[in-house]
């Protein structure tokens, strides 16, 4: 069982930056993949980016891509979202999750992951 809590969320200008953060309990989050996904009001939840248990293997959605950064500190039982060059269309609740590992690459697809945390609003004003 892995519980998690996001933060660092807030309202930001276009072109701000914010940086997310997800505290894993238990002591199994480093054999965890990890990923970001994010859900705006009306849509679908959509994928973000993904980390491998080892921080070897990230992907990025093309929309985020050059944008966001992922990292992890296993450490610290913590997953990062570095977020830059913000616009209005990355208004969302961001959330993290936790997957086994099944293959080399993180996975993209929501139905995917097995743990979930509540989720932090960000919001970009124009």
């Known amino acids: 069982q892995v519980q998690l809590v996001e933060s660092g969320g807030g309202l930001v200008q276009a072109g701000g930056s914010l940086r997310l953060s997800c505290a894993a309990s238990g002591r199994t989050f480093s054999t965890y993949d990890m990923g970001w996904f994010r859900q705006a009001p009306g849509k679908e939840r959509e994928f973000v980016a993904a980390?491998?248990?080892?921080?070897?293997?990230?992907r990025y959605a093309d929309s985020v891509k050059s944008r966001f950064t992922i990292s992890r500190d296993n450490a610290k039982n913590t997953v990062y979202l570095q977020m830059n060059s913000l616009k209005p269309e990355d208004t969302a609740v961001y959330y993290c999750?936790?997957?086994?590992?099944?293959?080399?690459?993180?996975?993209?697809?929501?139905?995917?992951?097995?743990?979930w945390g509540q989720g932090t609003q960000v919001t970009v004003s124009s």
């Open positions: 980390i491998s248990w080892s921080g070897g293997r990230i």
């Open positions: 999750a936790a997957d086994r590992p099944i293959g080399s690459m993180p996975r993209d697809y929501a139905s995917a992951y097995d743990y």
